[in-house]
C-alpha cells in the first residue's frame, strides 16, 4: 500500500454517472421554457414499425392519432466534438472535504461533477467527448468518441481525480495546454476548467497556449473555478492563523481582518484581468463559484452548443 498516496485520498462520488443525470434533470426541470427545444439529435423522418425492431423510437402520438406504428428515424451525423480539460493541481483539491457530495465539494469534485453532467448532455446528443487531465504531468488523455464503453471510461477518470489528490509542487498549465493542443486535430468545443493559481511570471505563456488551443478554429470555453467564501471573501474567523500554499507549502502567519479588504481588491482586479485578456484572445470566461449550482455550466454549454458551427 502507497501510504502518502492514502493520506491524500478522500472519499469520492458513490455513483458520478447517476448524480450527473439528477443534476441534468435538475436543471432541465428548473427552466421554464426548456433548453431542448431544438436540442436534440436530428429528426429525419417516420418510416413504418416493422415487427421485431426495438420500441424504443416509436411515435406513440402519432399511433394514438393514426392507430397505426410508425418509427422516428433519426440522424445520427454529429456536428459536434467536444473535449474537456481538467486542472487536477493540488490546489483543485481545496478546501478539504472528507465526502464528495453536493454541498460539500471542494473544486475538483465541483470540476468532476460539472465535466460528467455536460458528457450526459452530449450522450443524449450522440455527441463525441474527449477528456484531458494534467497536473504535475500530463496525466490522462482520450479522443472524442461517443460509445458507451468510452463514456464510463472517461465517469471512471472523473471519479478517480476526485478521490486521490496529487503530490507534488506547482502546476505549469501552459506546457501541458500546448501539448494538448497538439492531440485535438479535428474541430472542438473545448472546456477547460482550472482554477487559474500558477505563478504571474508564466502569465503571457499561458495565454499563449490558450491561443495554440484556439488553433484549427477550435471554440475554447475557460471555466474559471474557485471557492467564493475563502477564496474570494476571505472569510475567516480574525485570530492569528497560518495559511499555506497548498502547492509550495509557503506560508504566512497574520490576521484575517488586517488583509481582507486588500485582499478583495487584489482578487477583484485579478477576475477583471483575465476577463479583458480572455476577450482579447476571443475566449468565453466563465467564472464559476463551487458554492453555487451548475447551472453557468449547463447554459454554457447549451448555448455554446448551439452557436458551434
Known amino acids: 500500500m502507497n501510504v502518502q498516496q492514502e493520506l491524500h485520498k478522500t472519499s469520492g462520488f458513490k455513483n458520478l454517472q447517476l448524480l450527473a443525470s439528477q443534476v441534468v434533470e435538475g436543471y432541465i426541470s428548473g427552466m421554464h421554457k426548456s433548453p431542448f427545444h431544438g436540442f436534440s439529435a436530428e429528426f429525419a423522418e417516420h418510416r413504418i414499425y416493422n415487427p421485431g425492431e426495438s420500441t424504443r423510437h416509436i411515435d406513440w402520438k402519432l399511433y394514438a392519432r393514426t392507430d397505426k406504428l410508425y418509427t422516428k428515424r433519426y440522424d445520427e451525423e454529429t456536428n459536434l466534438r467536444c473535449h474537456l480539460i481538467v486542472d487536477n493541481s493540488p490546489s483543485m483539491h481545496y478546501p478539504k472535504t472528507k465526502n464528495q457530495e453536493i454541498g460539500s465539494l471542494n473544486k475538483i469534485g465541483f470540476t468532476a461533477l460539472a465535466a460528467a453532467s455536460v458528457m450526459n448532455l452530449l450522450k443524449k446528443q450522440r455527441d463525441a467527448v474527449g477528456l484531458s487531465i494534467y497536473a504535475n504531468e500530463y496525466e490522462y488523455y482520450a479522443p472524442e468518441k461517443g460509445s458507451e464503453r468510452h463514456h464510463n471510461m472517461l465517469l471512471d477518470q472523473l471519479s478517480r481525480i476526485s478521490s486521490e489528490k496529487p503530490s507534488g509542487q506547482t502546476t505549469d498549465t501552459y506546457k501541458y495546454l500546448h501539448e494538448i493542443a497538439e492531440n485535438i486535430k479535428r474541430r472542438s468545443l473545448i472546456f477547460l476548467f482550472t482554477d487559474m493559481f500558477q505563478s504571474d511570471r508564466h502569465e503571457d505563456d499561458l495565454f499563449e497556449a490558450l491561443r495554440h488551443l484556439k488553433y484549427n478554429k477550435h471554440d475554447v470555453v475557460l471555466f474559471h473555478t474557485y471557492d467564493s467564501n475563502t477564496e474570494v471573501n476571505f472569510d475567516f474567523s480574525n485570530k492569528p492563523t497560518r495559511y499555506t500554499d497548498v502547492e509550495t507549502g509557503a506560508y504566512i502567519n497574520l490576521y484575517a481582518d488586517n488583509v481582507r479588504e486588500e485582499y478583495q481588491k487584489a482578487v477583484k482586479e485579478y477576475f477583471e484581468k483575465l476577463r479583458v485578456r ?22 454554457t454549454f447549451l448555448l455554446e452548443r448551439q452557436l458551434f458551427r
Do not use: E, L, R, S
Request: net charge neutral; aromatic share 10%.
Open 278 to 299: 480572455c476577450g482579447q484572445n476571443k475566449i468565453k470566461y466563465m467564472p464559476v463559484d463551487i458554492q453555487q449550482n451548475f447551472d453557468v455550466v449547463m447554459t
